[in-house]
């Protein structure tokens, strides 16, 4: 199990396809005290693993001591970044704070490319040397690209730079159109060059030692099984059944790209909303409409159940992305 906890909305970048619509930092943001709070509560929850996130999460000056706090609770912390404030200074920071792993956004091999889409003119040249940083450290880290018209051709060769800098892993997420990202939704995949995407990233799956996950794109379990190809993950969309999002204000909500308050945690224990939401207990029956509803893949994939409601407004409706024909339906 794993939250994802948006530290603030604080950012030194503006990218075209941030959900939270980051940028300034919110006067209603959790305090140091209300974040500690948090930290138990989610601990109590039965979760393990705690994405420290934003915004850009290192732009919150306590953040090392809330990831100290997490750590002594034996909660597994790591952090979500751009990458482009991580010093050698700051790497050193991270690593004493208990941080297990960082993951760093990088979305193209072209400089111009990359620093449009983050709009910071030399934030590819800060985000390599913060992954340099990281390694010299000795902080694991993963590569984390979004995946666009313009990048996907990219991809493999993405991979190839993150096994060559020393990550761990390269996770790609696919865009939902879902704060800023919704004035790029034609930047998108569209269908078929999707499922097209997931099976060329399983075939380099093959050839590569580090981790290849696709985000917010739960058919790649479906293309790995039919392929043949070990994964350890055994569950697609984890939306509300092991992960969910806390906003920098307190608002939980079942993923990132799912905007729907289900509770505020300076209101009630995180914990409480955790077990007793009627949103998060009625995605955790798999009670699924249309063709997810009757899928062999139903319990491995699960379809995105943000892009459901996004495209059909119901987030139990089926993923109209998805092209596979399900045996039942035959």
Not at 176 to 201: F, H, S
Request: hydrophobic fraction near 40%; charged fraction near 25%.
């Amino acid at each position: 199990m794993l939250v994802s906890w948006n530290t603030t909305n604080q950012c030194n970048m503006f990218c075209d396809h941030c959900y939270r619509d980051a940028g300034a930092r919110s006067e209603e943001e959790l305090s140091t005290a209300q974040a500690r709070k948090l930290i138990e509560e989610i601990k109590k929850a039965g979760f393990q693993i705690m994405i420290f996130s934003g915004g850009e999460p290192l732009m919150r000056p306590d953040v090392y001591e809330l990831a100290d706090f997490a750590t002594s609770l034996g909660l597994r912390a790591v952090m979500g970044s751009n990458g482009s404030l991580i010093t050698a200074q700051v790497a050193r920071q991270i690593k004493e704070a208990g941080f297990m792993a960082a993951g760093v956004s990088l979305d193209s091999l072209d400089p111009v490319k990359n620093n449009n889409f983050r709009k910071l003119d030399n934030a590819y040249q800060l985000t390599v040397e913060g992954m340099h940083n990281l390694k010299k450290a000795e902080v694991p880290f993963q590569v984390h690209t979004t995946v666009m018209d313009w990048n996907v051709g990219e991809l493999e060769a993405i991979t190839d730079f993150a096994i060559e800098i020393g990550a761990m892993a390269h996770h790609i997420f696919f865009l939902v159109p879902t704060g800023r990202a919704v004035n790029i939704e034609d930047e998108a995949l569209k269908v078929a060059e999707y499922e097209k995407t997931l099976a060329r990233l399983m075939e380099k799956q093959r050839k590569v030692p580090i981790e290849i996950k696709p985000t917010c794109a739960p058919q790649f379990i479906r293309v790995a099984d039919k392929k043949g190809i070990p994964l350890r993950f055994s569950k697609g969309c984890l939306a509300g059944i092991s992960y969910c999002i806390i906003s920098p204000t307190g608002d939980v909500q079942p993923c990132a790209y799912m905007d729907m308050q289900l509770g505020n945690v300076k209101e009630q224990p995180f914990d409480k909303i955790w077990r007793e939401n009627e949103t998060l207990q009625r995605l955790r029956t798999l009670e699924y409409q249309g063709k997810c509803g009757i899928c062999d893949f139903k319990k491995r994939c699960g379809g995105c159940r943000a892009r459901a409601n996004y495209y059909n407004g119901d987030f139990m409706a089926e993923d109209t992305w998805c092209l596979y024909h399900p045996k039942e339906a035959e």
